[in-house]
């Protein structure tokens, strides 16, 4: 990604000088910027520190439905998050974008020239204020720099509608005017990733209008999913990006996220990394440590999503309930074993190569992510990763035309084969690729979306659910939904039925884990003991099974979850309000 560091790109004035009559040296004024083409192209690179850093896609999926984690995040603890913890509201980002389309007015250059660049600042201010909307709804439009005098300095928020058609204005103009149709590195904006932000953008809006009806906004949905399946279909039509299918002993999709270079046939847009220039992440250490980061692990109500090999529900089987975690992982989609740690999966330790069961000093329900791991345990201990991450893959752009297509009733059985049914043959999966499906799954409908009748609907759900699982799709999606009420869901993990009795969770002959409550006088080594006791040292026990001496997994449902319908929008924070009282607040943060 073109993340260029400035130490000093721009120097508006004059600098401070020892003597009155000495001329500055070493300073830029915004002529030596806006009078070339190369100065437009230097300023516009500053913009793209507004994209999503590793963190925010790493950590992404943190607080949402379908992960476990060492504790409750305060935003769904009740009592604990409130105006005072809010943040998220600075708009400096904002005033870099409108300075530079304020003065990018050089005739010198041609308009050509200055159209282009201004459609990459107008993209990114689109990116600014979707990403305020998604978390505060009504913002205030600010399509100018501020001085310290001017009267719209301390003016209200405007509307949701306001916002958003700007939103959609200026990212139609990207779409006319970015010049750039391709670009080899998968680190630039082009015409098409401002047409893949459209479609994501409008599906966003399309969905909240819809299933928000509080709102009153639900007869413009369809117009906002109608620009959301027409952006993806211009990005199906119009590029040769496709589905990454990888050789026959390849395991395409975990290989997209453990690429050192991004695989440009379906990557679109990425963070680049690069271990000869020093610039890492800590996907491993996040996913690995027992005491760095969150410890994010599955819930057994989301692996149970994952079909059949043959295309049929996992939970048709009348005994999924009391299947043990080896027997309840095969034959199953393939992006199961390519997320979570099963049967076959390996690590690297000094150049040995070592079986690597799901480990109990990090999980709590024993679904391990692999996803974003690479194999090499040199990468566990600190930001050492140099795999690239995806802002945005050609298998989004399917699944935001698929859902926008079904949402508007326009669905075909060919848009069906070529979307959702080609991201499951990616997947392995042999049957029910070709034809919208006609027969509701029951367990997706009571499990998470009752009021869904449509079975394509529900199927699309949860295939957007497995295919984007960790690239921080998922809180967003709920909340576009008007599902957040999932996220109090139980975080429950495998099935255990027995006390005392060793397991071996990936099919090697080597036993992984016992489950007690009264610690066993002889230990097998090698082995690690869990103790699932309601009481442990003197206080009630984080984990324990659901049915006393055996079932699935629970973890921490002695701490209470709880989403309230204000979630769906964070709180103006407290400092900034005081500021401006003309910002009001959003409703149940007053």
């Keep these: 990604m073109k993340k260029i560091f400035f130490v000093s790109l721009i120097a508006i004035g004059l600098a401070a000088c020892s003597k009155l009559d000495q001329q500055p040296k070493s300073t830029v004024g915004k002529e030596a910027v806006f009078q070339s083409e190369k100065g437009l192209e230097l300023y516009t690179n500053s913009f793209y520190t507004i994209l999503p850093t590793p963190t925010d896609i790493l950590r992404g999926d943190n607080m949402s439905d379908y992960v476990a984690r060492k504790d409750v995040p305060d935003f769904i603890r009740p009592g604990a998050f409130g105006p005072r913890q809010s943040s998220g509201w600075s708009w400096s980002d904002l005033r870099n974008i409108n300075y530079f389309l304020e003065n990018n007015k050089n005739e010198s250059i041609s308009k050509e020239i200055r159209d282009h660049y201004n459609g990459l600042a107008r993209f990114f201010r689109a990116w600014f204020y979707f990403e305020k909307v998604k978390r505060f709804g009504d913002v205030p439009w600010i399509n100018k720099t501020f001085d310290v005098s001017d009267e719209d300095m301390f003016k209200g928020r405007d509307s949701r509608v306001l916002v958003m058609d700007s939103v959609l204005n200026d990212l139609d103009y990207a779409i006319q005017n970015i010049r750039t149709t391709e670009d080899g590195t998968r680190s630039m904006i082009t015409k098409y990733i401002a047409y893949a932000f459209k479609s994501r953008v409008c599906l966003f809006e399309g969905t909240f209008r819809k299933y928000h009806t509080d709102y009153g906004l639900e007869a413009s949905a369809s117009e906002w999913l109608t620009e959301a399946a027409n952006a993806a279909q211009s990005v199906m039509d119009e590029t040769n990006f496709d589905l990454y299918i990888g050789g026959a002993e ?8 453990i690429s050192k270079t991004p695989i440009s046939s379906e990557v679109m847009l990425a963070n680049i990394f690069s271990d000869a220039l020093s610039i890492h992440h800590d996907a491993n250490w996040y996913y690995t440590s027992s005491t760095y980061g969150d410890r994010i692990s599955f819930t057994r109500s989301f692996i149970n999503t994952y079909l059949n090999i043959d295309g049929s529900p996992f939970t048709n089987n009348v005994n999924y309930k009391t299947l043990v975690f080896n027997e309840e992982v095969k034959n199953r989609d393939k992006r199961l074993s390519q997320t979570i740690r099963t049967k076959g999966y390996n690590r690297i330790n000094g150049g040995n190569i070592v079986a690597s069961p799901p480990l109990f000093s990090y999980t709590y329900t024993g679904y391990q992510p692999v996803k974003w791991v690479l194999d090499d345990m040199f990468y566990d201990t600190g930001s050492n990763n140099d795999n690239i991450i995806p802002l945005f893959r050609y298998a989004e752009i399917l699944l935001n035309f698929a859902e926008a297509r079904t949402e508007l009733g326009d669905l075909t059985d060919s848009d069906w084969d070529n979307t959702i049914g080609a991201l499951r043959r990616r997947a392995g999966i ?20 009752p009021k869904l009748n449509d079975p394509a609907l529900l199927e699309i759900r949860r295939e957007r659910g497995i295919e984007l699982v960790l690239e921080g799709f998922r809180f967003y999606d709920l909340v576009r939904w008007g599902r957040g009420d999932l996220i109090e869901k139980t975080w429950n993990g495998m099935y255990i039925p027995a006390l005392n009795t060793p397991m071996d969770l990936n099919d090697d002959g080597v036993m992984d884990v016992v489950f007690y409550k009264t610690m066993p006088g002889n230990q097998l080594p090698g ?14 026990n984080p984990m324990v099974l659901s049915e006393g001496d055996k079932g699935e997994i629970n973890w921490l449902i002695t701490i209470p979850r709880k989403w309230e319908d204000k979630f769906y929008l964070y709180p103006i924070p407290e400092n900034d309000r005081l500021m401006n009282p003309s910002l009001g607040q959003n409703a149940g943060w007053e």
């Design 250 to 257: 390849s395991k395409p999709y975990r290989e997209l996220f």
């Design 430 to 449: 042999t049957g029910n690729t070709s034809v919208i499906p006609t027969t509701i799954d029951n367990y997706l409908k009571t499990e998470y979306f």
């Design 527 to 540: 082995v690690t003991y869990i103790n699932v006791s309601e009481n442990a040292s003197g206080r009630p």
